[in-house]
Each structure stands twice: as structure tokens, then as C-alpha cells.
């Protein structure tokens, strides 16, 4: 059962990993009953419409989570197979136990705690990561181990917020911190939401690693919240984009800034939803 917002604390955030967040099997139950349908299909199609298959295909998914998109994959092209790595349990097991309903499916997963993984080098023609989590310096460990899997003409995909997502959270933070005098939280704040790619920089990145023939999809998404309350106690934002931000920023006392979040959220949308812009960017490609 979720928290009540009355029991709400950011001290209940899942710390966020690259290879998926460590969910306990309630957070597992809610992420896949309520995460994925809401949020994480948004970037589950972004990845599909870039896919390119030329045959059986071997795909490797790192931060697979509970296996969304997985039976999408290998449906794809006819005797293809895929290996996900998530550092979850938790979730790994509800996606074993999808895949057991699924007839000729080769599908495998394994837990992973950090790069390089244990999945062989130079074995895959795919490389798929949905809404990794982390900086500058997590997105390159990600993108090394893609390249590092894939063998030549392989295809990497990801798909992850951009720059300019979660602009309203922001606003929100960086007002907080102004009216609590509380410069180190608004310093946070800013670097958090400059440490998201921007499409130039995510092409660039990726270069920077070894692939070439990149392309990037930007599609604009708005979340909507039928009032302030449901903000924080939504499980997207509770699973996901909360925890984020508290891993960007580095700040252990976040308690004051969610409930003026929610404060602020009910005064100034006291007569409309509450909506919250996501820029999906979505890259693709090719290991040289």
C-alpha cells in the first residue's frame, strides 16, 4: 500500500541506480501497474518508432526493471532473444514470471550492480535503456557498456527526459529556496536541472564513446495531477522524477521543499490541473 501524503517523507525515496531503482515488491507492484502505463510507455514508443531490425535480433536491456517493452522487443523480428539487467530483485523476478507465460520466448534476466556487467562483449545487436537515471559522468558509463556489448553496426537506443523537463518542479524549488533563504538548495536545484542532456549533448556523448549515425527524436509530454496532494503522492513522481531530484541536488533534507511544493501547487492551480512538461528525448545509434 502507498504512504498516505500525511506520511509522505523524502526519506522514503528508493535511491536511484543506472541499472533501475532497488524497489521492494510492493514499489514493483505499483510501478508496474501505475509507472509504466503513465510514464514509462511515453518512452517505451519513443524507442519502438526508432527500432530497426534486419533480422533475428539480440538485444540487450539494461535497467529493464519488471521487463516493459521486452515481449514488444523480441515480437519484433522472428527468433530474437533478450537479456535484462536491473539491479532490482525484486523486479527481476516479476519479469521471469511474465516471461514464463510466454510460449518460444527467449528471454533472460540477471542482477547487475554496476558496469561493466556480466554480459558478454562484442554479443549483441541491440542496446536498449529506458529513463536512465544520473549525470553527466552515469549516462557515459551506460553508453561505454552499450558500446562495449554491442558488435559493429550494432544499434544503441535510449530514451530519457531532456533538458527543460520538470521545468514546472523547478520553478517551484528555486521559488522555495528564495523565500527560505536557502541559497545551497537553489544552487542545487539549478545544477539538477542543467545535469539533464540537452539533444546536442546526448549526440555528443554518445560520439564521445564511439558511435556514429546518431539521431535524436524530441517529443513534448505533459503529466497531468487533478490536485496538489496527488503531486507528491503520485508513484511517478514518488518512483521516479522525486527521487531524481534528490540525487542530482545531494540534498538530505527535503521534507520543507515537498511541502511547499505541495502548498504552492494547491494556491496557484487551485482551479486546474496541475501539468508537468517532459521533453522525451530519444537517441539512436550505430557501434562503428
Not at 72 to 101: P, Y
Not at 137 to 142: H, S, W
Amino acid at each position: 500500500m502507498m504512504e498516505t501524503p500525511e506520511e509522505f517523507r523524502a526519506s522514503s525515496f528508493p535511491r536511484p541506480k543506472m541499472l533501475g531503482l532497488k524497489l521492494t515488491p510492493a514499489e514493483v507492484a505499483i510501478l508496474e501497474t501505475f509507472v509504466v502505463p503513465r510514464y514509462l510507455e511515453k518512452f517505451g514508443e519513443a524507442a519502438l518508432n526508432m527500432l530497426l531490425f534486419g533480422g533475428p535480433a539480440r538485444i540487450a536491456h539494461f535497467g529493464c526493471r519488471s521487463g516493459y517493452l521486452d515481449r514488444e522487443l523480441i515480437e519484433s523480428a522472428e527468433g530474437s532473444s533478450l537479456v535484462g539487467v536491473d539491479a532490482s530483485l525484486a523486479a527481476l523476478e516479476l519479469a521471469r514470471n511474465k516471461a514464463v507465460g510466454l510460449k518460444d520466448a527467449s528471454l533472460e534476466y540477471h542482477v547487475g550492480s554496476g558496469y561493466p556487467t556480466e554480459l558478454e562483449a562484442e554479443g549483441f545487436s541491440h542496446a536498449l535503456s529506458l529513463h536512465p537515471i544520473g549525470a553527466e559522468r552515469d549516462r557515459l558509463d551506460l553508453f561505454r557498456e552499450m558500446e562495449r556489448v554491442l558488435y559493429a553496426g550494432g544499434q544503441a537506443l535510449v530514451s530519457l527526459p531532456l533538458r527543460g523537463s520538470f521545468q514546472e518542479i523547478g520553478d517551484l524549488f528555486r521559488e522555495y529556496a528564495l523565500k527560505s533563504d536557502q541559497a545551497e538548495f537553489g544552487r542545487a536545484t539549478e545544477g539538477a536541472m542543467l545535469s539533464r542532456p540537452t539533444l546536442e549533448s546526448l549526440s555528443e556523448e554518445l560520439e564521445a564513446v564511439g558511435f556514429d549515425d546518431i539521431d535524436v527524436d524530441v517529443r513534448q509530454v505533459n503529466l497531468s495531477f487533478e490536485h496538489a496532494r496527488s503531486v507528491t503522492d503520485d508513484p511517478v513522481m514518488r518512483l521516479l522524477v522525486l527521487p531524481e531530484f534528490q540525487a542530482f541536488m545531494g540534498i538530505p533534507d527535503f521534507d520543507g521543499a515537498l511541502q511547499y511544493l505541495t502548498e504552492a501547487i494547491a494556491k496557484y492551480w487551485s482551479h486546474r490541473e496541475f501539468e508537468l512538461g517532459v521533453v522525451i528525448g530519444t537517441a539512436s545509434a550505430r557501434k562503428v
